[in-house]
Each structure stands twice: as C-alpha cells, then as structure tokens.
C-alpha cells in the first residue's frame, strides 16, 4: 500500500476493496453492500429519504477540504435533512465520482469522514452501499434514510400563528468561516482553521441530528434544516405554512446569523408554551401574515449560498 | 419558453420549476418533493435500495445520446438492480449536475425519459425527490427503490448444483449497438439507430423489470442484472454461490452474448423442473465446482466493459 498508487492503476475492484472496511456499518441493514441492491430494516413501514450532491468548485474546494472533511460534510448535511423530518437516521448509499488520477487516499479519507460522521452524529446509521466512478469532476452523490419509528413527519406546512421559533445548532457560523477562507485566498487551511474555529463549521459541520426525533416527539409543528440561511429558510415555513415568522434579532444575533447558509442547524416552531427540547432556544414568534419579520418589521434580504450566482470558476 | 434558456440563466429555482411537472409519480409517495424530504410507504417492513452514477464521458456520449436516453437508460439500469432482487420497484430519487450553460430544454428531455421508463417498465413507480447543481462534467446519480411485499430478498449466493440457470431480456445486444456507435465514430446517432436496432439497446435499453418479482415468486435461488456481461456477472453468481454456471453455448449465442455488457437483461437459477415464469428462458445448468463453464469447458474472458480502461477522453 503506496501513497502514489491511484484510482485508475489499483482499478475499480481493487479501490472498492480498499473503501468498504473503512464504512461504517448500519444497525438497519438486513442485506449490506455485494448484491445488486441493498435491504434496509423500515419498522416503521414507511422510510424517509433525501438525495444531495457535493460538486467540487460549488461546492467545495480540495484546497480548503480534506477528504475526510468531503466525507464529513456529505454525510452530516444529508443526515440533517432526514432529522429535520423528525425522523432518525438509519442509512446511506453513497456514489462517488473522482478523476482517474486521484490518489486512493482521497477515497480512503472521505470513507472514513463518513464514518466518523455517523459515529459523532448519528450512531447507529451507516453506509449501505455505492458505485464508484471516474469523472473529470470530483463529484459525491449522497443519498440518506431514516425511520420515523411511528410519528408523523414534521413538515414545513404546520406552523401556526403563536407558535413559538426556535433553533437547534449555530447560527452564521459555516458562513463566518467561509468569508474567513474567502478573505485568506486559496491556501491549504490546515493552519488556518487551527486558529480559526469558524473555519471548522464550514468545513466539517456539526448539526444536532438527534434533535429532530426530540423536536418531534416535544410536538414540533414544522421544521426543517437550515441549508440555505435563517432568512431564506424561515421564509420557506411561512410560504409552505401561509404564516409570517417573526425573529427576534436579540436572540437571532447579526446579519451572518440571518443571512449565512450551510449551517445545517434545525430550524423548528412549537405550540406556544412547549417545553423546548434538546438544545433548541427560542428565537421569535410566529404571527399572522407572510414571509420573514425582524422584530415586527419584514425582512427581504435574499440571503444564503446559490452555487449559480456565487461560483467563480476561475477561483479554483 | 424559448429555446435558448440555460439552466445558468433560469437559475435553480425556475429550473426545478420546469422538471417537476415532467417527472412521474410515484403511488408509494407519501410526502413528495419539495420538504427536507421525501416519505415512502414500505408495507414489507423493509425497502430495497440501490445507487448508481451516469458520467458524461465514461457512460455516455451527448453526441450518441438524447436527454431522453439519459433519463431512460438510468431509470431503467436502476430498477433492473431492484428487479434483480425479487422487489418492486417504487420510487427513485434523481440528483442531476449539469454545466450552468446547458439548455432547459435537456433536463426536461432527461425527465421525459425518466417519466416514459417508469410508464414503460415499472407503472406505479415514480420520482420522488432529488438535487440540482451545476458541474462542468454532466452527472446523473439515481438511487431506485424496491418493496418486496413480504418475499425473502433473492442473492446471488442460493444457487445450487442441478439448478437451471435461465436469462430473461437479451443478450449482447446493448453491446453490439456500441460496436455499431463505434465503429461509426463521433457522429449524430439519430440516422443510425433509425436503420440500427440493436443501438437502441445500447442508448435505451428495456430490461424485463416485472420479470424479477416474477422470477422470486417461482422460487429462484439466486438472480443478478447483467450489467458487466453474461460471462462476467455469472461468475459472480458462480463465487457467492460456490458453485459453477455451466452455460450452453447453441442457446447462449455468440461471443457477443457471453462478453458484452449493459443489457441490464436478468440472469437467474431456479430449482430443477421449475416452470420458469415471464420471459425467462433456461441457457445451462448449476454444476459443482467453481467459476464459469461453456459446453463444461472452462471460459476464462474478462468481458463486460470497465470504465478505467474503456474510456478514451479524447474520443469525446
């Protein structure tokens, strides 16, 4: 085992052998990776289930990730989505796509982020199969289960007038540490993020998985994941639930905390009252009307990441 | 609606706005597209998953290829892998990256096929989420699923000696219609395939889904889609099953039918006497031993295609 050896010299057989110990395994697999396809335990008799791509220069850049962040990052953004239903994460495939050139190491450390990203986020769920490919275009492809074990889904349709806002995970923080990476040019951010903790929260995002069973059990009556910025998300549960949330910007903070994506945090509202669960704090009211208030006043910031506007292919 | 729209100047939102409508449902939806994500009914108590990636390059050819085609050929490469384990197909999720410059008009093609294979091959089947980004290298990335309605999963590891080894859909013919591609060079493929049947086979082929519930309710004991070739996928069945595929060449075919991969058509072992079901008909017997014979005589060709070897960048 050589630190040159690539992903076109070992071939494909040889690099799945390589990335397969290193995946972590799933309590609810019945049949795992070998077969055409793979059986998931569903108890529930239903599954929920989210599919998201990771495109190197969108998305990430190998300058500022390691593979082990890649890994990380796919795992825990899809994890978010299935626990931003309220529903716990037992699963997912994973389809990789890397230049033929690519060193094998690149696979090996983003099999290992994703299973570290399970063990930290989400015990229990694992990955359950996969394809791997060659593509000019670094490219992960991620698609993620989970059992609602009984409840209703919580969608971003139920939130009712004098429900109270609130929020599990940071706020701004993954956006902070992108304009820090930003502002520091392309450079290895080994040393960067290492004074830098922001940095970390772009790179290798923490969201509070288990929250969402919590949110759901403690009667949350919408929620979803915050991929795309406080504003802008928020403004998705006032459309889908025909409401206006108010934030209160005291218990928000500034404006990378309304307007900053990636956060991966849970947005959820609960009947006025609820004893908020896990690490949820409130952070506003939610009043008769439409879209997105700050302290009573509407709020129009566009906010948030869009890969078509934002991506600079000459940035590398 | 004019022509000259790029997925780039619509941006994400109109994009989305534009496929869905296109996109087949799927009567197993219980929460569709447009939440975190999606929930699906899995009466069994287990659900069937399989994924798979597409590359511009590797996999195919704009220039040979419709956006129909695309949608077509992943939808039905997928369900094949949940065909092959006794399960019926229910739902897909569908993540697309698209260069920002490339016309509306080929995501609708690419969700037209989709909604014409589920129509085509597996009704009741639909698309229930899925991912937009942009990429310089058009990726499709499809993850299919299956109930399997109380059955037991069918591996590839029950075969037995004295089982009879049996195909439903064809055999070579996907490869023999990338011959006729290739030998015709990098040309507009719309003349070729109108006097070229067999290139349909390679650019859309149509797996005998149905065939694979069918083939588990008769009792087989092992089944896998042959996507790497007769030859190849045998001798997978032949090494998880430990035993040898012994296949009869006067009801096999040629050299083409051994080797040539992507027919996506299904190989099974039934028991002894069975009546085999559907399209199924017997090609050669389980015997003990190892790897895979014809007319008993060991056949040790490679076959199948592999991407690492089989794709020239400079052929386009």
Request: hydrophobic residues 45%.
């Amino acid at each position: 085992m050589t630190s040159n050896e690539t992903v076109g010299s070992v071939g494909e057989t040889a690099a799945l052998a390589r990335i397969f110990p290193r995946l972590p395994n799933a309590d609810a697999a019945l049949v795992g990776p070998g077969d055409d396809a793979a059986v998931i335990a569903a108890p529930d008799g239903r599954f929920v289930v989210t599919t998201d791509m990771m495109i190197h220069g969108p998305d990430f850049r190998l300058a500022w990730s390691t593979p082990h962040d890649l890994g990380w990052k796919a795992a825990a953004s899809n994890l978010a989505d299935v626990a931003a239903m309220g529903a716990r994460p037992t699963a997912l495939v994973v389809a990789l796509a890397v230049p033929a050139d690519s060193p094998v190491t690149l696979l090996e450390g983003i099999a290992d982020g994703f299973r570290d990203a399970c063990a930290a986020l989400a015990p229990g769920c694992g990955v359950v199969g996969g394809d791997l490919s060659v593509s000019d275009t670094l490219t992960l492809a991620i698609t993620a289960f989970g059992d609602l074990d009984g409840r209703a889904p919580v969608l971003r349709s139920g939130a009712r007038a004098g429900d109270t806002i609130a929020v599990s995970g940071v706020l701004g923080h993954a956006a902070a540490g992108l304009r820090i990476l930003f502002e520091h040019g392309v450079m290895d951010a080994t040393e960067l993020r290492s004074r830098e903790p922001l940095v970390d929260a772009q790179l290798a995002p923490r969201p509070p998985i288990g929250d969402g069973v919590l949110a759901a059990q403690a009667g949350a009556t919408s929620m979803l994941d915050l991929s795309d910025g406080l504003a802008l998300d928020a403004r998705r549960i006032a459309a889908a639930s025909s409401v206006a949330l108010d934030l209160d910007s005291a218990l928000v903070g500034g404006r990378e905390a309304l307007d900053g994506g990636e956060d991966h945090s849970l947005l959820a509202t609960f009947p006025a009252g609820a004893v908020l669960p896990g690490g949820f704090r409130a952070i506003g009211r939610v009043v008769a009307g439409a879209g997105v208030l700050v302290d009573g006043t509407p709020y129009e910031s566009r906010g948030g990441w869009d890969p078509y506007e934002g991506w600079n292919g000459a940035l590398g």
